[in-house]
């Protein structure tokens, strides 16, 4: 069974920095598309960054140029650094795949960035 676990939230005043992490069990993520999500209360949950199985990134505009998407197939982990964080950025952050296909969802990791 595919298990995913992300850590590295916290609190963190605007301009901060936080690095998330997720742990997969189950699956080689090196074989997968996988994508940052976050879901801020009240909204959809967005996909922030995606990295494809040979190491190809992008972003959408909201978070560009602040965050990047890295990977340790090693590890079997994937990572999220967010730099220059923004109020607006304050969100339950998950991981998953970035195709249309989902593994069950973890119980993500919080971030808070006070203005």
């Known amino acids: 069974q595919v298990q995913l676990v992300e850590s590295g939230g916290g609190l963190v005043q605007a301009g901060g920095s936080l690095r998330l992490s997720c742990a997969a069990s189950g699956i080689r993520l090196e074989i997968m598309h996988m994508g940052w999500y976050r879901q801020a209360p009240g909204n959809e949950r967005e996909l922030v960054a995606r990295i494809s199985r040979v190491g190809s990134a992008d972003y959408p505009v909201s978070v560009r140029d602040r965050f990047t998407i890295s990977r340790d197939n090693a590890k079997n982990s994937l990572y999220l650094q967010m730099n220059s964080l923004k109020p607006e950025d304050t969100a339950v952050y998950y991981c998953?795949?970035?195709?249309?296909?989902?593994?069950?969802w973890g119980q993500g990791t919080q971030v808070t960035v006070s203005s």
């Open positions: 998953n795949t970035a195709t249309g296909i989902k593994f069950p």
